[in-house]
T-cell receptor, first 114, second 111 residues
Framework: GAVVSQHPSWVICKSGTSVKIECRSLDFQATTMFWYRQFPKQSLMLMATSNEGSKATYEQGVEKDKFLINHASLTLSTLTVTSAHPEDSSFYIC??????????FGPGTRLTVT | TQLLEQSPQFLSIQEGENLTVYCNSSSVFSSLQWYRQEPGEGPVLLVTVVTGGEVKKLKRLTFQFGDARKDSSLHITAAQPGDTGLYLCAGAGTGGFKTIFGAGTRLFVKA
């Protein structure tokens, strides 16, 4: 149980374009989903927290107009990187939670902006 | 601001050796999780500890939650190359604070 999927697993896009990443909880309803960014050999950096049906809460320093998050249902959240630039290249990971403690992570999406 | 300090940051050992990873904070956590992450993949939950003083075992891995619920340790006995990966601790705060992650411990076990 507690399986979270992400799509796509990797994507290459040109500078200036937008990219959408999907995060799905496959076998449970996620009241909260989290989006993280991870740089090579570093820990996870929380970008935003989203609750189904409400606006996402962004961490300090994360541009909400650049990283659009939608949490339309209890099983799906999307992250759209708008007008991507090479510095946005990173490993993006989502997690889903149905309780106050445990989070279950997706396999991650590697974004490369050329 | 809650902080979760994890140590060591990097550990390279021979197969068969034992090791301990520590997570410490000045804050009290309602629960603490340990995750393992392999390159190019998302973290996988290993264990959740909730009660102060709790000890949980997962094969060769032993997890302990401090009595005051401010710290935790992960002990691996007779490490194997398959244990190689990034180990992350994460604390869920009391009073509605969000989960915070340690910086991670990168473990490399040589055959």
């Amino acid at each position: 149980g507690a399986v979270v999927s992400q799509h796509p697993s990797w994507v290459i896009c040109k500078s200036g374009t937008s990219v959408k990443i999907e995060c799905r909880s496959l076998d449970f309803q996620a009241t909260t989903m989290f989006w993280y960014r991870q740089f090579p050999k570093q820990s996870l950096m929380l970008m935003a927290t989203s609750n189904e049906g409400s606006k996402a809460t962004y961490e300090q320093g994360v541009e909400k107009d650049k990283f659009l998050i939608n949490h339309a249902s209890l099983t799906l959240s999307t992250l759209t990187v708008t007008s991507a630039h090479p510095e946005d290249s990173s490993f993006y990971i989502c997690s889903a939670s149905s309780s106050a403690s445990e989070q279950y992570f997706g396999p991650g999406t590697r974004l490369t902006v050329t | 601001t809650q902080l979760l300090e994890q140590s060591p940051q990097f550990l390279s050992i021979q197969e068969g050796e034992n090791l301990t990873v520590y997570c410490n904070s000045s804050s009290v956590f309602s629960s603490l999780q340990w995750y393992r992450q392999e390159p190019g993949e998302g973290p996988v939950l290993l264990v959740t500890v909730v009660t102060g003083g709790e000890v949980k075992k997962l094969k060769r891995l032993t997890f302990q939650f401090g009595d005051a619920r401010k710290d935790s340790s992960l002990h691996i006995t007779a490490a194997q190359p398959g244990d190689t990966g990034l180990y992350l601790c994460a604390g869920a705060g009391t009073g509605g604070f969000k989960t915070i992650f340690g910086a991670g411990t990168r473990l490399f076990v040589k055959a």
